[in-house]
């Protein structure tokens, strides 16, 4: 599914990846685990394409080490950060329904003037979020407004919004940091039914636990 070849980041001299092989295979979940500062995360943005790096980046098959940030999404690439991002006057469905905005076919004249087109994407994004809500368990807070829901959910909405771009494959970083022991298992049990839907599943974590 993903294969990363001889990859090496460096910034100013400083070599925070050195000539990292390895294969993540299909359907299956893997973690990258090192202690803070191992340059994990790194390694999730030189497959994100968001720092320069030398050697290659396969995914399902194709080599996507030159393609730009913004349409590695289209080969199967989605991702959630550390630090997520919710809006927190928007909700959980609005939320979701932002993920799925590579994947609608209208353009900004279709949106002003509510054209049949602009219905019908917007009802599949809809579809679409209740599907992935159904999948994390938070279906039943899709009108609640996401700023005042806690943590956990807050990153189940993240991870969600992921997922809402319908990847082959999800980068996960560190998706328990900051949750409560409950909410860690409440999650874990998510990452699981996210891989027995046929979705590969690559986490970072800083350790075992």
Avoid: W
């Amino acid at each position: 599914m993903l294969k990363l070849e001889n990859i090496t980041v460096r910034f100013s001299g400083l070599v925070a990846v050195d000539n990292l092989s390895m294969e993540v295979k299909e359907k299956t979940i893997h973690s990258l685990i090192g202690p803070n500062g191992a340059g994990k995360t790194t390694v999730f943005n030189a497959i994100s394409g968001l720092v320069k790096h030398d050697g290659s980046i396969i995914l399902d098959g194709k080599d996507i080490t030159h393609v730009p940030v913004h349409k590695r999404v289209y080969h199967g690439l989605g991702r959630s950060f550390q630090n997520i991002i919710i809006f927190k006057y928007m909700t959980v469905l609005q939320n979701l329904m932002l993920g799925y905005h590579s994947k609608l076919d209208y353009n900004h004249f279709d949106e002003v003037m509510y054209t049949s087109r602009f219905s019908l994407e917007e009802r599949k994004a809809r579809l679409k979020a209740i599907e992935v809500a159904d999948l994390l368990g938070i279906k039943s807070i899709l009108g609640v407004y996401a700023g005042t829901l806690p943590y956990g959910f807050q990153k189940l909405i993240d991870v969600g919004r992921a997922l809402m771009t319908e990847p082959k494959i999800l980068l996960l970083d560190e998706p328990a940091a900051g949750l409560t022991e409950k909410e860690s298992d409440i999650l874990k049990e998510r990452i699981i039914k996210i891989k027995d839907r046929g979705i590969t599943v690559f986490l970072i974590e800083h350790d075992m636990r």
